[in-house]
């Protein structure tokens, strides 16, 4: 349930139910568990740049390491996968 750009993304849960959406053979979303943030971070960041060719621009120690993540960048790094999910051809735009 993601509500906000801080809060809603501590565990990693929310990034990898994002990536698993689009890449569903991935990994087993279902046996993720909210307390295992390094392991979803670290799995989540690892689908993005394997599969959706993003950038790492986020670190994992530093999301563990913090109990509310900063939303401006949480913002950068969505916007970020966003824009290599449109470039793979993965997320449709409306063309002006």
Request: with cysteine; charged share 20%.
């Amino acid at each position: 349930d993601v509500q906000n750009f801080a809060g809603s993304w501590g565990s990693g849960l929310a990034f990898c139910a994002l990536l698993h959406s689009f890449f569903p053979d991935a990994f087993d979303y279902a046996s993720l568990q909210p307390a295992a943030r390094r392991h979803n971070f670290t799995l989540a960041f690892a689908i993005a740049e394997e599969r959706a060719g993003c950038a790492p621009l986020l670190d994992v120690e530093d999301m563990v390491r913090m109990a509310v993540p900063d939303a401006k960048c949480i913002y950068t790094y969505v916007q970020e996968l966003y824009r290599c999910l449109v470039a793979k051809g993965l997320v449709r735009t409306r063309k002006r």
